[in-house]
């Protein structure tokens, strides 16, 4: 072998590597996660790119600096060590929340002189708050809550021009609140703290409860002491008609280039073919060739993720990018991805099929979609559109769907599901789509309520997902398969699905729950059976105990409610649109199975019951 050859192609090599790598904020990097504890997750090998690899780290376009890094959730803890993350002075993202970093702020952050978002909530930092805050004039997002951070707030953050959002709640501020007369702030929260004195005028248009939890003088009846604490779950700057989506999310994620929306959708698709084969590393840099094509030409395209709630999530599209996605299934409406962002957040993104209406519609649905908040609907995070890609983004449930928790792995290695907990899915799925009915003037509906479309949410109970999408397409399910066995038999079309077809799907996932068995099924060598004829037989035969799930029969004393969701779930699946009860009475009949799941106190009602809105 020539040997000069080979060393020119190793020192060739190795100046390739050089070339890619900011290497000093690599090393400051290092130097910061060798000097801190962590989670042992991370994948930062000193050997490999840094702007390719490494998790929760971002690179310019031409891989010159580090400009962001996220570690939401990296367990680390113990103070950030001095003389690390400062020297990434080109940094414009921080995002260290929900660690448990200790200490004051560092004061090297001064340094990162282009920072615009500053995430270290749900830490414990201590001591007062930096002093000087116009260092960093491009300042735009700011939370520090839920920390240990004391003193008063700083006059100086009056001069962040660019300020859209202050959350310092839950801290141990005092003292008095500055003027802040910062046009930008659309949103902020003091909640929590010992602050005293008055609001300043610049801050009276901001909803009583971001003071609250403090030592105010009330001077004014705007401020009740007996507010409750309890922030809607709407943002208040949503609220803002003056606002339009475009503003908003121009706002929220300036730094979010045009294009971004088009890279997801390659990312997407990139992923589809991809990770699959678990060809990771062809992926990764199969997504940067394709990033800097589509940035270019994306600038033109007036198409844009359009999100829901803000940086609540701390993802954005270029999150969304770099995230490694997995299909989680393929339904009537779509194929369903699981994109991980960064080390915490895990979001399900439904690229849609056969959408039939133009875009001023399926705008104006997703926007109706997109206000439904209920703990038992699942909540829309950000939809796309463009001629041929149509996305929407939701939260994404570790455990499954109702219908693989029922159905999956049945056989030895199977947890049985308890009737209670079959209990809790039918009662929050019935809140849930009593809730959509009563969207929209009392039109919103469902159209496709199935088992696969309900999650647990974090109480346990039913979480309906897939709101309102059956509108916007022409898909049917085809006959004999397991979807099908749920629409009602007067609906030929999803696009005419009504409340009371929504009910008798719902019969069938009460059926369902029931028997374990599929809503369309078959035995070997016969031909499909269909859950809601199968079940009216044996029960007209009089043999009702025998359609139970077995599963259920190692359970004492439920027998009575077993037959009493049964008869719901009959009346529910009635032949007959009219003779169907309405959703409302289907929740009070499904609570009543057993009288303690009624909401008597107010309490249990008030996490169900509609939010109040906040008009700033
Ligand atoms: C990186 O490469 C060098 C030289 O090949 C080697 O000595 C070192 O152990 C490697 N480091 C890691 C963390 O793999
Ligand atoms: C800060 O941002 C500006 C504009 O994006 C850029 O020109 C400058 O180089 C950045 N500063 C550093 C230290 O990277
Ligand atoms: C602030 O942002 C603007 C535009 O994004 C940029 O030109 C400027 O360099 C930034 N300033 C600092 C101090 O980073
Ligand atoms: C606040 O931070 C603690 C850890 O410091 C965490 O356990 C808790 O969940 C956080 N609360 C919120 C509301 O983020
Ligand atoms: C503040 O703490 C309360 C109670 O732990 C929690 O419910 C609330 O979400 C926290 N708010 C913020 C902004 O961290
Ligand atoms: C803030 O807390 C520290 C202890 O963590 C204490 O020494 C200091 O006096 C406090 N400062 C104020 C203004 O309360
Ligand atoms: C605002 O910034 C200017 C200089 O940029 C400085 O002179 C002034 O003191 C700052 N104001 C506050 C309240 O910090
Ligand atoms: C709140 O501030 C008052 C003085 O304004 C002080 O006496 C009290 O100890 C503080 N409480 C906390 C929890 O820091
Ligand atoms: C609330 O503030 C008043 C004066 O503004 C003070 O007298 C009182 O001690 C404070 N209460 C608490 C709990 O800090
Ligand atoms: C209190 O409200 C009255 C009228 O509602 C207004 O004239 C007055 O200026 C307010 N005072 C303060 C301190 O905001
Ligand atoms: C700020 O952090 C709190 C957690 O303490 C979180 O509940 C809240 O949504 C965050 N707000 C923003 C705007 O990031």
């Not at 003037?441 to 696969?452: C, F």
């Not at 004393?557 to 003779?579: F, S």
Request: hydrophobic share 40%; proline share 5%.
């Amino acid at each position: 072998m020539d040997k000069k050859l080979f060393l020119l192609f190793i020192f060739s090599a190795v100046l390739v590597c050089i070339e890619a790598e900011p290497l000093e904020d690599k090393q400051a990097l290092l130097d910061f996660l060798h000097n801190i504890n962590h989670s042992p997750h991370f994948n930062w090998d000193e050997n490999s790119s840094v702007c390719q690899t490494w998790r929760g780290v971002t690179c310019n376009t031409d891989g010159s600096r580090v400009i962001a890094i996220r570690l939401p959730g990296a367990g680390l803890s113990g103070p950030i060590p001095p003389n690390t993350l400062n020297r990434l002075s080109a940094l414009e993202t921080v995002s260290l929340r929900s660690n448990g970093i200790t200490g004051d702020f560092p004061d090297g952050f001064s340094e990162l002189k282009n920072l615009t978002s500053l995430y270290l909530q749900s830490n414990k930092f201590s001591g007062p708050l930096p002093l000087d805050f116009s260092v960093w004039s491009n300042l735009s997002i700011v939370n520090f809550s839920n920390n240990s951070f004391n003193g008063s707030i700083p006059i100086s953050i009056s001069n962040l021009t660019h300020l859209y959002s202050l959350v310092l709640a839950n801290n141990s501020l005092s003292g008095k609140i500055p003027d802040l007369n910062i046009p930008s702030l659309k949103e902020m929260n003091l909640a929590n703290n010992n602050l005293s004195g008055v609001v300043p005028k610049s801050l009276l248009r901001f909803p009583s409860w971001v003071f609250s939890g403090n030592n105010l003088t009330s001077e004014n009846s705007t401020l009740s002491p007996a507010f409750p604490m309890h922030p809607p779950y709407t943002l208040p700057p949503k609220k803002t008609k003056g606002l339009s989506k475009t503003a908003l999310l121009g706002i929220i994620i300036g730094v979010c280039a045009l294009g971004f929306a088009v890279i997801a959708v390659v990312m997407i698709l990139c992923c589809y073919d991809y990770a699959a084969a678990g060809v990771k590393e062809s992926v990764k840099s199969k997504k940067k060739d394709v990033s800097m094509k589509a940035e270019s030409s994306a600038s033109r395209d007036k198409n844009k993720i359009v999100f829901f709630e803000d940086c609540n999530l701390a993802f954005d599209l270029e999150d969304l990018l770099r995230a490694s996605a997995e299909i989680l299934g393929r339904g009537t409406f779509g194929t369903t991805y699981k994109a991980a962002i960064e080390d915490a957040t895990t979001v399900a993104v439904k690229r849609l099929k056969e959408v039939t209406v133009g875009k001023r519609e399926f705008e104006q649905q997703m926007e109706l979609i997109g206000k439904i908040k209920h703990e038992n609907v699942d909540a829309l995070r950000a939809y796309y559109y463009s001629k041929d890609e149509k996305l929407v983004v939701s939260d994404y449930y570790q455990q499954g769907s109702v219908s693989s928790i029922l159905h999956g792995n049945r056989g030895e290695r199977r947890t049985p599901v308890d009737w209670d907990s079959r209990l809790r899915i039918a009662i929050g799925a019935a809140r849930g789509i009593a809730h959509i009915h009563t969207q929209q003037g009392g039109k919103l509906v469902h159209g496709n309520i199935k088992a696969s479309n309900i999650f647990l949410n974090s109480h346990g109970y039913g979480c309906v997902s897939d709101t309102g999408l059956a509108v916007l397409m022409s898909s049917v399910p085809s006959p004999g398969t397991r979807a099908s066995g749920y629409r009602a038999p007067e609906v030929t079309d999803t696009r005419k699905a009504v409340h009371s077809s929504d009910v008798y799907s719902f019969g069938v996932l009460l059926l369902e729950l029931l028997t374990g068995k599929s809503p369309i099924y078959s035995l070997e060598g016969e031909q499909n059976i269909h859950l809601v004829r199968w079940v009216n037989s044996v029960v007209r035969e009089e043999w009702t105990a025998e359609v139970f799930d077995v599963e259920l029969l190692r359970y004492s004393n439920i027998e009575e409610e077993m037959v009493e969701m049964l008869q719901i779930g009959m009346a529910c699946a009635a032949r007959m649109p009219d003779q169907r009860p309405k959703m409302s009475e289907v929740v009070r009949m499904v609570e009543g199975i057993r009288p303690e799941n009624r909401p008597s106190s107010t309490e249990s009602r008030s996490e169900v019951s509609t939010p109040t809105v906040y008009a700033t």
